[in-house]
């Protein structure tokens, strides 16, 4: 829960200054950091960083009255809903966010080796 | 050691997926960039926010403050208290509303589209590297840059431009920048020059030069004279038959004695499109209800969203004007004032040809000229492609111009010939711009004939009333003068007895005023009867029947209103079908018809001639009569001929039809039998009744000509989902409501000149190029139903007006 958290609210905030791709190392280095397994740290970046895109989509797609996000979802193609390209757009978002905690989660397994195995089965 | 390999394999993995939704792949967007709510295109939907009513706005380079009014259609309202800032403004509100249009068309004139698009462009740029409209755009620019009244006016427009996208962010850039993954560039007065030849490709690029030497070649002058002659039967020129000239004309350079062209080899893989027209008509004050001039005007071009024009008001000291813009450009180009209102159409004179040229070798370094050897310039364009690395490409130019293919190849433009060099008015230095400059500001007919005085290209018939109540037009521009026929057929680019040798002089381009008839009018037919105007402009223009509708309803009209006009711009009447469908109906027996097929023909025989949106007739009527001429003339002109010809005009088919049932021409000479023109139209008819049945189904509504014509707005990169389909809408090619399948009306305007000017107008878009914004297309409705909105013009800066939402202020 934590490990989701921080994700999400340092995305976020990154992502408001920075190209949108810092989400990788972002949540690449939280779960290096926090993720205990890597099911868990892979929940946790998917939804920290694809929560959060929907939520912004959302907030954005309903200030335009999805005019927008209508057009581009025929361009997709997607058959116009632009609820359905909410859930793409979260859907991107999270698998690179997801991807990256695995990543992190596993490179800190791999680098310190079994000694954390033990602790690891305790907490899940 | 596992773990290691799985940690980098999923490292590996984050790192090819973020890599990859940050790159474009093919036509495919980055999708991480593009979908991030953050930075992408979520950005551009514009909110409540987004268009504050009230506001100051710092602007780099202003010199004192400018107010600016918007509408309810969001149309600004500048008021500035100097040129500099005037144009300016303007360059900065355009941008702001159409900043990835403006710049995007200036690629494709420049040949730049490979840069941002990829590889797949590469023919296309070539195409207009070729062309030349870089070197005509930077010659007329010189021009115009050594007026310091325009010098200005472009600076401080592209100064403009340039503080909108300095005040860009990847998060802001405008949508289109963001799908296509590129960045906006700073703007230059050349690019300014680069939109108006764009256009002027648009309206003059195309050429039948080679279509007409290659028929020549193989059927003999006799037969090209009859089948193409230099007037049509049918006509009802722009000039009044019987207008006496007010001018002593200048000589006219010699015939030579004649020339016979190579054949072209090309073969052909689409023909030029003839549907990109106007219509402009202005009504004296006899005619008026008023006692006022009426003038209107609707010129046809491609149906695209954002939509061509911009409309804008703009307002400084000795100048107040309003009306529409080019974005890119400066200045109102159709519109009005106080005192003058003023439109374009499209004249047909012929300002392109094509010289033949003989080489000395295969090296291409010199080409026979005058009796001597020439040098052939080499440039070398430098094409960018996109993740690739550049390209070059060596373009010959000779003194006539530049040869647009040099070797076997794929030619853009089917009729571009080989081996010719091409002259074009194009590449002519003028100074479109002072035009612009003057007719914003004209007070009357004196000066809105200086100010065409030092119009070059493209061609347009500029009509012209004011509230003194002089009514006027004006084919204008920098026409060739020519030798008769001249540029007709390829021209022998050895002998300098074919160059172009001047211009018909300003003051002796054709024109009338005031003419006793009460009315003048264009719809891009001939400017003149040849028997009424000393030169020779071209042997071929657009076809008489909306400039022939016009006038007959022109004429009969009376006390006309601003509504007068607005109908007659919407009028759906199709004057070839009055013409030729009865002498068709007469060729086909009912009685050989299924009961099927005589349903169709007995709804054309009560058809009113009217192409409104739910009507049949012209369904049926448009397919038969069409491939009733290809039945005609196909096998002696088309592509089985193995020769690039074009077909006789519609007026020499309807000439035959009518009058000529035996000619040589009907028989099918590719079938061994003998073919009548009534086995033609009755095979024409069945093909047609067919193709509609296998279309639609059984004869019905369904066969509404709205459905067949089906006219499209499409978004200028022809993005699914950012256009309008298949819109319920009349008229079509050959009508007054030229509304064709992708082209049609791109303004429709009508001003009612008099002491208080009202004008009323639409175009088939919005004011916004976002398609983010509900401005974006919120006028194509009343466009498709034939309404104008009343436009707002404001005498002053504060002057009340309901209509007004916003009002910003724009200071250093």
């Given at each position: 829960m934590l490990l989701f958290l921080l994700i999400l609210i340092v995305a976020a905030i990154a992502q408001s200054f920075l190209p949108w791709w810092i989400v990788a190392p972002i949540s690449l280095l939280l779960a290096a950091g926090l993720g205990r397994t890597g099911g868990r740290s892979f929940l946790a970046g998917f939804a920290g960083v694809g929560l959060g895109w929907a939520a912004v989509a959302t907030w954005l797609n309903v200030q335009n009255d999805g005019l927008l996000a209508h057009r581009v979802a025929q361009l997709l193609p997607l058959g116009g809903s632009s609820w359905a390209l909410v859930l793409v757009t979260a859907t991107v978002g999270g698998l690179v966010g997801g991807m990256a905690a695995l990543a992190g989660c596993w490179l800190r397994h791999a680098a310190l080796g079994n000694r954390n195995r033990v602790g690891e089965s305790a907490t899940v | 050691m596992i773990r290691w390999l799985k940690a980098l394999l999923a490292l590996l993995?984050?790192?090819?997926?973020?890599?990859?939704?940050?790159?474009?792949?093919?036509?495919?967007?980055?999708?991480?960039?593009?979908?991030?709510?953050?930075?992408?295109?979520?950005?551009?939907?514009?909110?409540?926010?987004?268009?504050?009513?009230?506001?100051?706005?710092?602007?780099?380079?202003?010199?004192?403050?400018?107010?600016?009014?918007?509408?309810?259609?969001?149309?600004?309202?500048?008021?500035?208290?100097?040129?500099?800032?005037?144009?300016?403004?303007?360059?900065?509100?355009?941008?702001?509303?159409?900043?990835?249009?403006?710049?995007?068309?200036?690629?494709?004139?420049?040949?730049?589209?490979?840069?941002?698009?990829?590889?797949?462009?590469?023919?296309?740029?070539?195409?207009?590297?070729?062309?030349?409209?870089?070197?005509?755009?930077?010659?007329?620019?010189?021009?115009?840059?050594?007026?310091?009244?325009?010098?200005?006016?472009?600076?401080?427009?592209?100064?403009?431009?340039?503080?909108?996208?300095?005040?860009?962010?990847?998060?802001?850039?405008?949508?289109?920048?963001?799908?296509?993954?590129?960045?906006?560039?700073?703007?230059?007065?050349?690019?300014?020059?680069?939109?108006l030849k764009y256009m002027a490709f648009d309206l003059t690029g195309r050429s039948d030069d080679l279509r007409l030497s290659n028929a020549l070649g193989k059927y003999g002058p006799e037969v090209v004279r009859d089948l193409f002659p230099d007037y049509p039967m049918r006509e009802d020129p722009v000039i009044p038959e019987g207008t006496p000239l007010d001018f002593k004309p200048v000589p006219v350079p010699a015939a030579p004695a004649g020339f016979e062209a190579d054949y072209s080899p090309l073969v052909p893989q689409n023909q030029p499109d003839p549907e990109l027209g106007s219509n402009n008509f202005a009504v004296s004050g006899t005619k008026s209800a008023t006692g006022y001039p009426l003038l209107a005007n609707d010129p046809h071009l491609q149906l695209n969203l954002p939509s061509i024009w911009y409309q804008t008001q703009l307002a400084a000291p000795g100048v107040n004007v309003c009306g529409v813009a080019i974005p890119g450009a400066p200045f109102i180009i159709i519109g009005f004032n106080e005192q003058v209102a003023w439109g374009v159409t499209n004249t047909y004179a012929d300002v392109l040809d094509w010289y033949q040229l003989k080489f000395k070798d295969n090296t291409r370094r010199e080409y026979w000229h005058d009796g001597r050897w020439k040098p052939v310039r080499r440039v070398v364009e430098r094409i960018k492609v996109r993740g690739l690395p550049d390209r070059l490409d060596t373009v010959l130019y000779t003194h006539h111009g530049p040869i647009v293919y040099d070797h076997n190849e794929k030619p853009f433009l089917p009729q571009t010939p080989i081996l010719h060099a091409m002259r074009w008015t194009n590449h002519d230095a003028a100074n479109e711009y002072l035009t612009f400059y003057r007719l914003n500001r004209a007070r009357n007919y004196q000066d809105y004939t200086a100010a065409l005085a030092t119009y070059g290209a493209p061609a347009q018939n500029f009509i012209f009333a004011d509230s003194q109540k002089d009514i006027a037009i004006w084919p204008n521009g920098l026409l060739p003068l020519k030798w008769k026929e001249q540029g007709k057929f390829i021209l022998d680019g050895t002998n300098p007895a074919y160059d172009w040798q001047g211009w018909i002089p300003a003051a002796q381009n054709p024109h009338v005023k005031n003419p006793p008839r009460g009315f003048v009018s264009s719809a891009n037919q001939f400017s003149a009867n040849p028997k009424d105007y000393p030169y020779y402009l071209n042997w071929n223009y657009g076809d008489y029947e909306r400039g022939h509708r016009i006038n007959e309803r022109l004429a009969r009209m009376n006390h006309a209103t601003p509504d007068s006009l607005r109908v007659l711009q919407n009028d759906n009447l199709g004057l070839n079908a009055r013409l030729i469908l009865p002498r068709l109906l007469g060729l086909v027996q009912p009685t050989q018809l299924s009961a099927a097929q005589q349903q169709a023909y007995n709804t054309l025989q009560s058809w009113n001639f009217y192409y409104d949106a739910h009507a049949t007739g012209p369904t049926i009527f448009e397919l038969w009569y069409?491939?009733?001429?290809?039945?005609?003339?196909?096998?002696?002109?088309?592509?089985?001929?193995?020769?690039?010809?074009?077909?006789?005009?519609?007026?020499?088919?309807?000439?035959?039809?009518?009058?000529?049932?035996?000619?040589?021409?009907?028989?099918?000479?590719?079938?061994?039998?003998?073919?009548?023109?009534?086995?033609?139209?009755?095979?024409?008819?069945?093909?047609?009744?067919?193709?509609?049945?296998?279309?639609?189904?059984?004869?019905?509504?369904?066969?509404?000509?709205?459905?067949?014509?089906?006219?499209?707005?499409?978004?200028?990169?022809?993005?699914?989902?950012?256009?309008?389909?298949?819109?319920?809408?009349?008229?079509?090619?050959?009508?007054?409501?030229?509304?064709?399948?992708?082209?049609?009306?791109?303004?429709?305007?009508?001003?009612?000149?008099?002491?208080?000017?009202?004008?009323?107008?639409?175009?088939?878009?919005?004011?916004?190029?976002?398609?983010?914004?509900?401005?974006?297309?919120?006028?194509?409705e009343t466009w498709r139903t034939g309404q104008l909105h009343p436009l707002v013009f404001l005498r002053t800066a504060d002057e009340k007006n309901p209509r007004v939402k916003a009002a910003w202020v724009l200071t250093h």
């Amino acid at each position: 829960m934590l490990l989701f958290l921080l994700i999400l609210i340092v995305a976020a905030i990154a992502q408001s200054f920075l190209p949108w791709w810092i989400v990788a190392p972002i949540s690449l280095l939280l779960a290096a950091g926090l993720g205990r397994t890597g099911g868990r740290s892979f929940l946790a970046g998917f939804a920290g960083v694809g929560l959060g895109w929907a939520a912004v989509a959302t907030w954005l797609n309903v200030q335009n009255d999805g005019l927008l996000a209508h057009r581009v979802a025929q361009l997709l193609p997607l058959g116009g809903s632009s609820w359905a390209l909410v859930l793409v757009t979260a859907t991107v978002g999270g698998l690179v966010g997801g991807m990256a905690a695995l990543a992190g989660c596993w490179l800190r397994h791999a680098a310190l080796g079994n000694r954390n195995r033990v602790g690891e089965s305790a907490t899940v | 050691m596992i773990r290691w390999l799985k940690a980098l394999l999923a490292l590996l993995v984050t790192v090819a997926l973020t890599w990859a939704l940050n790159t474009r792949l093919g036509a495919v967007p980055p999708f991480g960039k593009f979908l991030s709510p953050f930075r992408g295109f979520w950005r551009n939907g514009e909110t409540a926010n987004d268009f504050p009513a009230q506001q100051n706005l710092a602007l780099p380079g202003l010199q004192q403050p400018v107010q600016v009014r918007f509408d309810d259609q969001r149309v600004p309202h500048i008021f500035a208290q100097n040129d500099h800032d005037l144009y300016y403004t303007q360059g900065y509100l355009t941008a702001r509303d159409r900043l990835w249009q403006m710049d995007f068309i200036t690629h494709v004139a420049a040949g730049r589209l490979a840069e941002i698009i990829g590889k797949e462009r590469l023919e296309t740029d070539r195409f207009f590297r070729r062309m030349g409209l870089t070197y005509g755009a930077r010659k007329s620019l010189d021009k115009a840059m050594a007026d310091p009244t325009v010098r200005t006016v472009l600076t401080s427009y592209s100064d403009g431009i340039n503080a909108y996208i300095n005040s860009l962010t990847p998060s802001t850039y405008p949508f289109e920048y963001k799908l296509l993954d590129y960045a906006p560039e700073p703007w230059e007065p050349l690019k300014c020059a680069l939109i108006l030849k764009y256009m002027a490709f648009d309206l003059t690029g195309r050429s039948d030069d080679l279509r007409l030497s290659n028929a020549l070649g193989k059927y003999g002058p006799e037969v090209v004279r009859d089948l193409f002659p230099d007037y049509p039967m049918r006509e009802d020129p722009v000039i009044p038959e019987g207008t006496p000239l007010d001018f002593k004309p200048v000589p006219v350079p010699a015939a030579p004695a004649g020339f016979e062209a190579d054949y072209s080899p090309l073969v052909p893989q689409n023909q030029p499109d003839p549907e990109l027209g106007s219509n402009n008509f202005a009504v004296s004050g006899t005619k008026s209800a008023t006692g006022y001039p009426l003038l209107a005007n609707d010129p046809h071009l491609q149906l695209n969203l954002p939509s061509i024009w911009y409309q804008t008001q703009l307002a400084a000291p000795g100048v107040n004007v309003c009306g529409v813009a080019i974005p890119g450009a400066p200045f109102i180009i159709i519109g009005f004032n106080e005192q003058v209102a003023w439109g374009v159409t499209n004249t047909y004179a012929d300002v392109l040809d094509w010289y033949q040229l003989k080489f000395k070798d295969n090296t291409r370094r010199e080409y026979w000229h005058d009796g001597r050897w020439k040098p052939v310039r080499r440039v070398v364009e430098r094409i960018k492609v996109r993740g690739l690395p550049d390209r070059l490409d060596t373009v010959l130019y000779t003194h006539h111009g530049p040869i647009v293919y040099d070797h076997n190849e794929k030619p853009f433009l089917p009729q571009t010939p080989i081996l010719h060099a091409m002259r074009w008015t194009n590449h002519d230095a003028a100074n479109e711009y002072l035009t612009f400059y003057r007719l914003n500001r004209a007070r009357n007919y004196q000066d809105y004939t200086a100010a065409l005085a030092t119009y070059g290209a493209p061609a347009q018939n500029f009509i012209f009333a004011d509230s003194q109540k002089d009514i006027a037009i004006w084919p204008n521009g920098l026409l060739p003068l020519k030798w008769k026929e001249q540029g007709k057929f390829i021209l022998d680019g050895t002998n300098p007895a074919y160059d172009w040798q001047g211009w018909i002089p300003a003051a002796q381009n054709p024109h009338v005023k005031n003419p006793p008839r009460g009315f003048v009018s264009s719809a891009n037919q001939f400017s003149a009867n040849p028997k009424d105007y000393p030169y020779y402009l071209n042997w071929n223009y657009g076809d008489y029947e909306r400039g022939h509708r016009i006038n007959e309803r022109l004429a009969r009209m009376n006390h006309a209103t601003p509504d007068s006009l607005r109908v007659l711009q919407n009028d759906n009447l199709g004057l070839n079908a009055r013409l030729i469908l009865p002498r068709l109906l007469g060729l086909v027996q009912p009685t050989q018809l299924s009961a099927a097929q005589q349903q169709a023909y007995n709804t054309l025989q009560s058809w009113n001639f009217y192409y409104d949106a739910h009507a049949t007739g012209p369904t049926i009527f448009e397919l038969w009569y069409n491939n009733l001429a290809k039945r005609i003339w196909d096998d002696d002109f088309g592509k089985a001929t193995g020769l690039e010809m074009r077909y006789p005009t519609r007026d020499r088919t309807n000439t035959l039809l009518l009058q000529e049932p035996n000619s040589q021409w009907i028989d099918d000479s590719r079938t061994p039998a003998k073919e009548t023109l009534a086995d033609l139209a009755r095979q024409s008819f069945l093909f047609a009744t067919d193709s509609l049945t296998r279309k639609f189904g059984p004869f019905g509504p369904k066969w509404a000509w709205a459905n067949q014509k089906s006219t499209d707005i499409l978004h200028l990169a022809q993005l699914p989902g950012f256009g309008h389909m298949d819109l319920d809408v009349g008229g079509g090619a050959g009508i007054v409501n030229a509304t064709s399948e992708r082209n049609g009306p791109s303004w429709r305007m009508v001003v009612a000149l008099g002491p208080q000017v009202q004008a009323y107008g639409v175009f088939p878009g919005g004011e916004s190029g976002n398609p983010g914004s509900p401005f974006y297309d919120d006028m194509i409705e009343t466009w498709r139903t034939g309404q104008l909105h009343p436009l707002v013009f404001l005498r002053t800066a504060d002057e009340k007006n309901p209509r007004v939402k916003a009002a910003w202020v724009l200071t250093h």
